[in-house]
């Protein structure tokens, strides 16, 4: 089991990202929740889950 930690680059919030490389997973994208900034592309090959540990700072305003 793999754990990283991955920051949005449009909005500053903060995942935990897991992966199981002994678990299949399936196709598809993350999406940050708080700006829909795309975050990764699953290829499939492991099973990854994304959790939200730090909520973007400021919500709705970019510099
Ligand atoms: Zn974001």
């Given at each position: 089991?793999?754990k ?57 305003v970019?510099?």
């Amino acid at each position: 089991m793999k754990k990283t930690d991955v920051t949005c680059s449009e909005c500053g919030a903060g995942f935990r990202r897991i992966e199981l490389e002994t678990q299949r997973g399936s196709k598809g994208e993350y999406h940050c929740p708080a700006c829909g900034e795309l975050l990764e592309k699953f290829d499939g090959n492991a099973l990854v889950a994304y959790r939200l540990t730090i909520q973007p700072s400021i919500k709705g305003v970019r510099d």
